[in-house]
């Protein structure tokens, strides 16, 4: 399975932006897709996650209520729509494949096997 992230982009705080990953892989459409993104100077932390069926979602803390996940297995692609963006989301964003993933691991980057390389998203303050 290869992912490619796009959509990342400069807006201003309060505005909207929205990231996808896609891939050419049949095989996407059994797989959790998750979104983890990466801060300059910090770890890479969870952001969102959805199920291959696309009825399950997660969500960090941080962006519950800011940020939705979706998934279109027709077109093999996820997409995070970014809402009232602020400074702190600052980041180069990755989407992410695993499958098997249970519940308790969802979150944890080392669950998913299959990366892309990052969208770079920059709001200004």
């Known amino acids: 399975v290869q992912l490619q992230a796009s959509g990342g982009g400069l807006v201003q705080a309060g505005g909207s932006l929205r990231v996808s990953c896609a891939t050419s892989g049949r095989a996407f459409s059994s797989h959790t897709v998750g979104w983890f993104r990466q801060a300059p100077g910090k770890e890479r932390e969870f952001v969102a996650a959805?199920?291959?069926?696309?009825?399950?979602?997660y969500y960090a803390d941080s962006v519950k209520g800011r940020f939705t996940i979706s998934r279109d297995n027709a077109k093999n692609t996820v997409t995070l729509q970014m809402n009232s963006l602020k400074p702190e989301d600052t980041a180069v964003y990755y989407c992410a494949a695993g499958s098997g993933l249970i519940l308790s691991s969802i979150r944890s980057e080392s669950q998913y096997r299959y990366w892309g390389q990052g969208t770079l998203v920059t709001v200004s303050s």
């Open positions: 959805i199920r291959s069926s696309g009825g399950n979602t």
